[in-house]
């Protein structure tokens, strides 16, 4: 059974930083493309970073250059670093993975097999 299970989120001001880990269990993260999408109320969701397999990376326009996603293969963890938080960042984030294979990581939330619960992330102006 896979489970991915998100936690790091929390309350910052803007400016700070967090970093959102997310463990996973039941497969192997090496062999999926992992992603981490975000969901503001109201607003429909959107795909925030990627990494595939080979750790090709995609990142959302609106966060280039402050957040990085990263793996640890041995411990079966995504991460994503949050630098240089604004208000607009504030939603619930989620983990997903998926086993197809994109050159191009994808940021296509249809294309995600596996989610998580999601951790909340709260920027304050």
């Known amino acids: 059974q896979v489970q991915l299970v998100e936690s790091g989120g929390g309350s910052v001001q803007a400016g700070g930083s967090l970093r959102l880990s997310c463990a996973i269990s039941?497969?192997?993260?090496?062999?999926?493309?992992m992603g981490w999408f975000r969901q503001a109320p109201g607003k429909e969701r959107e795909g925030v970073a990627s990494?595939?397999?080979?750790?090709?990376?995609t990142y959302a326009d609106s966060v280039k250059g402050r957040f990085t996603v990263s793996r640890d293969n041995a411990k079966n963890t995504l991460f994503l670093q949050m630098n240089s938080l604004k208000a607009e960042d504030t939603a619930m984030y989620y983990c997903?993975?998926?086993?197809?294979?994109?050159?191009?990581?994808?940021?296509?939330?249809?294309?995600?097999?596996?989610w998580g619960q999601g951790t909340q992330v709260a920027v304050s102006s």
């Open positions: 990494m595939n397999t080979y750790g090709t990376t």
């Open positions: 997903a993975a998926t086993r197809h294979f994109y050159h191009i990581p994808t940021l296509q939330d249809s294309e995600y097999n596996y």
């Open positions: 039941g497969v192997t993260t090496e062999r999926y493309c």
